[in-house]
């Protein structure tokens, strides 16, 4: 049988611990391995692209930071299979580190060199068809140009090296005019060669270095730079031409037509690719309105982007897509519908793309985002709704007072143990100051709740005194003046001196 060729990196601190694993290798009969040791992260920094690897071997047997470690290898080599060793079994590194990319987790004491080669085979045949996977998931069946993912993939590249040779770059948006009347009148598969006879006509238009990409339905979009006289009005030209060109054959159906914005990039004041995609279709938009007979004197400045965003966030599964275009929603209006799908990203997105959403609230510290972190406060995790109630208060989003004690009661019973929640609405209460909130944080305060399940720690009653003197009420005052009096009480000594920096103020 013949060998298969394996260039095998093992990274390990331990001095002389590559030799455990070359007896393992010279006991592979069907794999002729290139081994190269190494103990340090930064040796591998240094590897050149002729060096790399075919799998790397990751003997993680430190007690800390063994997470962070493989995290830091995958970022450098994300296309490099890895198999992840550990002194013993451990189900959660196991778990964490196969989600974040690893390709196997393997016991160092119950390998041998039958389970070591098949995991090593396994491993790069995994990573193989994962990397043939993602460039197929990368273009759009029906045109063959990129889709979405692809396209942004590639813009982002194509920016960064605009910004190294200072080069200017062009974005063109281009929306299939009555798409949907063709459809209806002709039938879906009309519909569907008019996307592919568009996609040909972006083809002919510009040049096969030029990145084209149908995002969706009707849109699509390509980025050229600038060379060679390029400029607006020549893209322009040429995409008219070649489109009154197809409208030439003969036996047609339908007549092909199309709007078409541009957006240029300038390296001296750049922006995310986002931006520039919003830039272009607000364009597009403005050329696509006399064309429905809609004046163009009818829409704010301001309307089509809050509009176009509302339509990315309705419309991508791409979580990247979202986190691109967070920054162009604190500018824009924030109308319901643009609320109404940033509350449904905050319950179904991603761990990390919610905390990009309260980090976007909490940036913006205005009552608008008070939607969101209402919202938020429900969320499965207690991390998340409990910044989402410190945010509410800061805010002072008075409507959300009554989620807040809802919410309170359902994490009393979710996590009995926990107090992250109810602290954070004990500040939250204090900071909104509406009489709504005296009931509750009373009951906290007190050494027996009357409605509480619990008695809640020291720490979680001093937050409720913190909060209900800033309420700054006669009744309140009245209700910790009591009990500062009970002599047994822990609180007897921060109320007294509460109570004295009041009187003295």
Known sequence: MEKIKIKILLIEDKPGGSLFWEQILDELHDVESTFIHIEQLSDF?????????????????????????????????????????????DQKLAVQTALEGAQDCLVKRDIGSFLLGRSMRYAISRQKHLKQEK???????????????????????????????????????????????????????????????????????????????RLSGDEFVALLICENGINEEFLIKRFQETL?????????????????????YDPRSPCSVAELMVNADAMMYQQKKPKKGIPNSLSPAKEPVSSILRQFLAETNNETVIRLILPLIRTCEWDEPLLSELCSWMTKGSPELKLNLLGLMENMNHPAGGPVLQTAIFDQSEEIAARAARAIGRIHFTPALKSLLQAAVIWETRAPDSEIFVTAVCQAMGDLAQPEGVSFLQDIVREIPLRQTKNHSLSVRLAA??????????????????????????LQEPLQKLLHERHSA
Do not use: C
């Open 45 to 89: 920094s240094h590897m050149s692209e002729n060096d790399a690897p075919d799998i790397i071997l990751l003997d993680l047997s430190l007690p800390e930071g063994r997470l962070e470690l493989f995290l830091s290898i995958y970022q450098m080599a994300p296309s490099i299979p890895i198999v992840v060793i550990t002194e013993t079994e």
């Open 244 to 264: 009154e060109q197809h409208n030439t054959y003969p036996e047609r159906h339908f007549m092909l037509s199309a709007s078409m914005g541009i957006a240029r």
């Open 135 to 213: 460039a197929v998931s990368n273009y759009d069946e029906l045109t063959g140009l990129h889709n979405r993912r692809g396209f942004l993939t590639l813009a982002e590249q194509q920016i960064k090296i605009a910004d190294q040779v200072n080069q200017s770059l062009l974005m063109i948006f281009a929306d299939v005019d009555g798409l949907k009347t063709i459809n209806d009148n002709l039938g879906h598969h009309w519909g569907d060669l008019a996307l592919m006879e568009m996609a040909h006509v972006l083809r002919e238009a510009f040049r096969e270095t030029d990145s084209l990409a």
């Open 465 to 490: 005194v913190k909060a209900l003197s800033q309420l700054n009420e006669p009744d309140t005052w009245l209700f910790l003046e009591n009990l500062a009096k009970d002599k047994n009480s822990p």
